[in-house]
């Protein structure tokens, strides 16, 4: 039998393991001369989304639950060779879903403390993220 906390941990490590960001350091969008701080973020978020991923999946480890299945969604092969400047509205817009994700994974983990402050993290960075991505697509005049 199953731990109760099983599925929404389980889509908690998918949305932090194939976000929009991680997906962007292997298809790496095209970027202009002098980007270097949106280049800097991009890799910052993606670093942050690897390190909840992995803290994700100890805690599924610890509660024997079966490992997650996932993959990056088809919606982002369309993205590749695109601008970062363009890519950066679509990081908000990303973000702002994922946020909303894991507001119901987090729900979804009443029961479970030690799931649900790690949800809470998550859900702390995520907002987090977001605004450093709105301000600098404001900045870049996305």
């Given at each position: 039998?199953?731990?109760?906390?099983?599925?929404a941990l389980?889509?908690?490590?998918?949305?932090?393991?194939?976000?929009?960001?991680?997906?962007?350091?292997?298809a790496a969008?095209?970027?202009?001369?002098?980007?270097?701080?949106?280049?800097?973020?991009?890799?910052?978020?993606?670093?942050?989304?690897?390190?909840?991923?992995?803290?994700?999946f100890?805690?599924?480890?610890?509660?024997?639950?079966?490992?997650?299945?996932?993959?990056?969604?088809?919606?982002?092969?369309?993205?590749?060779?695109?601008?970062?400047q363009?890519?950066?509205?679509?990081?908000?817009?990303?973000q702002?879903?994922d946020?909303?994700?894991?507001?119901?994974c987090?729900?979804?983990?009443?029961?479970d403390?030690?799931?649900?402050?790690?949800a809470?993290?998550?859900l702390?960075?995520?907002?987090?993220?977001?605004?450093?991505?709105?301000?600098?697509?404001?900045?870049?005049?996305?």
């Amino acid at each position: 039998m199953s731990h109760p906390s099983c599925a929404a941990l389980a889509r908690l490590y998918n949305i932090a393991s194939y976000s929009l960001p991680i997906y962007l350091q292997t298809a790496a969008p095209w970027t202009p001369a002098g980007e270097s701080e949106a280049i800097e973020t991009l890799a910052q978020l993606a670093g942050d989304q690897r390190r909840l991923s992995r803290r994700v999946f100890e805690r599924l480890t610890s509660l024997e639950c079966a490992p997650p299945q996932g993959d990056f969604p088809s919606r982002f092969t369309w993205l590749n060779d695109l601008s970062l400047q363009y890519l950066l509205r679509r990081l908000v817009e990303e973000q702002a879903g994922d946020i909303a994700k894991i507001e119901r994974c987090a729900a979804q983990l009443t029961a479970d403390l030690p799931s649900r402050v790690l949800a809470e993290e998550a859900l702390g960075a995520a907002r987090g993220h977001l605004e450093r991505l709105q301000e600098l697509s404001r900045t870049r005049g996305g």
